[in-house]
């Protein structure tokens, strides 16, 4: 028996801790600040709001101010915050972490340097704790397509990938988290697994653009359809994410499996994010759309004006083309910038986005 | 203005009329002996059944004892069959071709030796052509996202690729066909876009066991979804096409794009073969799948049949390994031999997947 503290009682965090209890482990739920109805909830009827489903038995929970408590004698720290949250969750760990913990973190988006250079979450996280502490503590995160609901529910097979620099520990994680229904696997490609997590969020907000464009023409509910604009948008994303790699020095193949399609995938199909792009293709500005959903948390809009916003940087120290990634600058116009949505269709699929191969496809005009 | 003469009048095949009318080319339909009601239909209303809507004024349409006339003086040969009868087309067009026309084909699928060798279909096609006439005539494909129906209703943006050998080719049909809404790329990589395009519509099937499954548990309407089981087949997809590109010399980046996971994205949205992947999902073995759906054409099920039924041949020959192709292994025993689903997880994401890439994942177990 293992024991996982969890910082952050989110949908995502509550979920992980059903495969972690079905194996017998001790976990710890620790409530942030925003989360303390949540805990108040689990302490009196066992009950998550969020997930409206009982946490297993064994997991108990506790507010933030129980967190020393909570993290004593733990082996593993699960960082369970969302992106907006991983910078607070790094303070609250320098004090929390001890030597030989490791940490496995599921906040999915990226941080840019006021230069434009972008870093992974899991690097944020760390700052925060203490440089003698540092080498001490080992970093990994999760990937892959994982919507919180299913895992909780049970017997919903999900695929997931474990990732980090250190394999030894990776199998350690694995193994305490897999069961029949949990599937695990484990990739040192820490930063291209990071990468894939945070783009892939970007792109399937577009997911929603197609139905809202046929709203906008009163022809949804009818047996008129937009696939092919998604799936072209889903494709051009893939290029790009691919090209992410290469920028930034991940595993080429990376994005080919469960952290790239695969999560682009699952989060195209449905959620808020894909909420948010529908209302951007009915004809709304994403100022506004961004006001008919108070209080909603976007990660998907989020990433895309961290890491859309770079993308004039990176050009202007040469470090990228103005051609590349056209979808990822089209989607920062549209939400960072209130543009109109205008799909660039011709600037798609270049043979810019094409080395070290020869050329993805022969440019059409 | 160029003469397209357009054999098979099935709903791709003529969708494909509504951007060459668009651009004041001369369209001529020419039904199989299967499509003389449709043929009919247009003579008479303009309706295509299919499609349920008008073509084109300009399209003309004709029987297939009229397709001497329809191909007199035209420049392209859309073979506009689909993969049950491309062989019959070949041996249609062994009379109606002339030297110097460009055939460009639409069908989605692939043939097996005796051996296990595979081949894509314009090969076949090009077969009944006599030897003397086939060096004078020009082989191209159409692969990508595109669903017929949101084609013919125009507006509704369509990104395809148009794949041959011959670069100055595919850039003369690309011309013709390109309008504001239907977007047109060119590879060179035939064989890679050829095998994308079969593969897809095997993968594709899968997408529908998720949903049975839940409404075999009773819970399909509810807010429980399985999205996470989708997404892990649709990254292992990704993956056995990444591989099989390797295997039969398709460029390892045409996958990522609209050839590969873009059409796989839009075949998984829906349609007949999700369809039958759904009622596999419910528990019913396939054959009683497809008894429950008479006349329908299930092209990714006979794909699965013909590629799948070559992988035992080829790894019997040491050309794979028994662990290459996990997935497709698995849906040819559900497919072509009745067995129940039982996804093997296990067996995926392996580093057998991954030369000449170091290794995609680290094995699990």
Chains 1, 2 share one sequence.
């Not at 997590?197 to 139905?211: I, P, Q, V």
């Not at 691919?242 to 699952?266: C, F, H, K, S």
């Not at 004006?305 to 470090?319: Q, Y």
Request: glycine share 12%; hydrophobic share 40%.
């Amino acid at each position: 028996m293992t024991t996982v503290s969890v910082l952050g009682s989110g949908i995502m965090a509550t979920a992980l801790s059903f495969p972690l209890a079905d194996n017998g482990h001790d976990v710890r739920l620790v409530g942030t600040h925003l989360d303390r109805d949540i805990i108040d909830s689990i302490k009196k009827t066992g009950v998550h709001p969020g997930l409206d489903r009982k946490v297993p038995e064994t997991v108990r929970a506790y507010q933030l101010e129980e967190a020393g408590e909570a993290f004593e004698g733990a082996e593993v720290a699960l960082s369970g915050v969302n992106s907006f949250g991983v910078r607070w969750a790094g303070e609250q760990l320098a004090s929390l972490l001890k030597p030989g913990m490791m940490v496995l973190s599921i906040a999915k988006g990226m941080e840019a340097a006021e230069n434009g250079d972008l870093r992974i979450l899991p690097e944020v996280l760390a700052e925060g704790v203490p440089p003698d502490l540092l080498p001490q503590v080992s970093w990994s995160a999760i990937g892959g397509p994982s919507i919180a609901g299913e895992v909780a529910a049970r017997r919903h097979d999900t695929c997931v990938v474990f990732a980090g620099r250190d394999a030894d520990v990776l199998r350690k994680l694995a193994t305490l988290f897999r069961t029949d229904y949990y599937h695990v696997w484990t990739s040192t490609d820490f930063l291209g697994v990071e990468v894939c997590a945070a783009l892939k969020n970007c792109y399937a907000l577009g997911a929603g653009f197609a139905e809202g464009m046929l709203e906008r023409a009163h022809r949804s509910g009818s047996r008129d359809r937009n696939y092919n604009y998604s799936a072209a948008l889903f494709a051009e994303g893939a290029v790009e994410i691919v090209q992410m790699m290469r920028l930034l020095g991940g595993r080429p193949e990376t994005p080919i499996g469960l952290a790239g399609v695969g999560d682009m995938y699952v989060t195209s199909q449905g959620g808020r994010n894909v909420r948010a792009g529908r209302l951007v293709g009915t004809g709304l500005p994403f100022s506004e759309v961004r006001k008919r959903m108070p209080g909603v948390t976007l990660e998907g809009a989020a990433a895309i004006v961290v890491i859309g916003g770079a993308l004039p940087k990176l050009t202007g120290r040469g470090i990228i083309k103005p051609e590349d990634f056209p979808l990822l600058r089209h989607l920062h116009g549209v939400i960072a910038k209130d543009e109109p949505l205008n799909m660039p269709w011709d600037t798609f699929f270049g043979p810019q986005n094409a080395p070290p191969y020869e050329q993805i496809y022969e440019t059409g005009d």
